[in-house]
Nanobody
Framework: QVQLVESGGGLVQAGGSLRLSCAAS????????MGWFRQAPGKERELVAA????????IYADSVKGRFTISRDNGKNTVYLQMNNLKPEDTAVYYC???????????????????WGQGTQVTVSS
């Protein structure tokens, strides 16, 4: 059973930074595409960023390009989301997701991911 545990959320002022971490309890972390999604109240869950198995490829939502950076450390079974220049519209619950695959491609929709963390709240005040 795959367990994903997010950490690093919190309250920050607009323009500030946060770094989210997601630790995975798996035996072969490099077999998983990893993604960060977010869901704001009354809105659908959306992809924020995703990273391929060996970090050769990344994708970002247009709204976070240039501000957020996804990375992974396969030796530590951990994926990160560095969030800079945060805006009030970034306020949401952020979820880590994993998809076991042999592909080197990145999954872009939530239904393609098999495992999810419990979420961590990010609140950006204006």
């Amino acid at each position: 059973q795959v367990q994903l545990v997010e950490s690093g959320g919190g309250l920050v002022q607009a323009g500030g930074s946060l770094r989210l971490s997601c630790a995975a309890s798996v035996s072969s972390f490099s077999s998983y595409v990893m993604g960060w999604f977010r869901q704001a109240p009354g809105k659908e869950r959306e992809l924020v960023a995703a990273i391929s198995r060996y970090a050769g490829s990344t994708i970002y939502a247009d709204s976070v390009k240039g501000r957020f950076t996804i990375s992974r450390d396969n030796g530590k079974n951990t994926v990160y989301l560095q969030m800079n220049n945060l805006k009030p519209e970034d306020t949401a619950v952020y979820y880590c997701a994993a998809k076991r695959t042999v592909s080197l491609l990145i999954m872009k929709t939530s239904r393609e991911y098999d495992y999810w963390g419990q979420g961590t709240q990010v609140t950006v005040s204006s």
